[in-house]
Nanobody
Framework: QVQLVESGGGLVQSGGSLRLSCAASVSIASTNAMNWYRQALGKEREWVAASLSDGSTNYADPVKGRLTISRDNNKNTLYLQMNSLKPDDTAVYYC?????????????WGQGTQVNVSS
């Protein structure tokens, strides 16, 4: 029932910037965590960044210093500011919501938005 819709992807050259958005159908302030993941062609899905309910953030090593996760709780929207992009950042980026479940946490996913970074 939880719906997540990503937007903002596109084609950009190395060193360029993009800002991804994730619009949620639920109050993101009530989630345990909001995350960005990505999956490159031929590779497994990997975690990129987390925005926790206590306001803290965490990042995967490859994106530290270049990507910034943020949120607007009033708009129920999660953001990923992407700067100094590299070809290795090319992937489909997915928004993820972690919500406490009855026996285990539930994870919800958006449809993804494509980011292509050219050399």
């Amino acid at each position: 029932q939880v719906q997540l819709v990503e937007s903002g992807g596109g084609l950009v050259q190395s060193g360029g910037s993009l800002r991804l958005s994730c619009a949620a159908s639920v109050s993101i302030a009530s989630t345990n965590a909001m995350n960005w993941y990505r999956q490159a062609l031929g590779k497994e899905r990997e975690w990129v960044a987390a925005s926790l309910s206590d306001g803290s953030t965490n990042y995967a090593d490859p994106v530290k210093g270049r990507l910034t996760i943020s949120r607007d709780n009033n708009k129920n929207t999660l953001y990923l500011q992407m700067n100094s992009l590299k070809p290795d950042d090319t992937a489909v980026y997915y928004c993820n919501a972690r919500i406490k479940g009855w026996s285990a946490p539930h994870h919800y996913w958006g449809q993804g938005t494509q980011v292509n970074v050219s050399s």
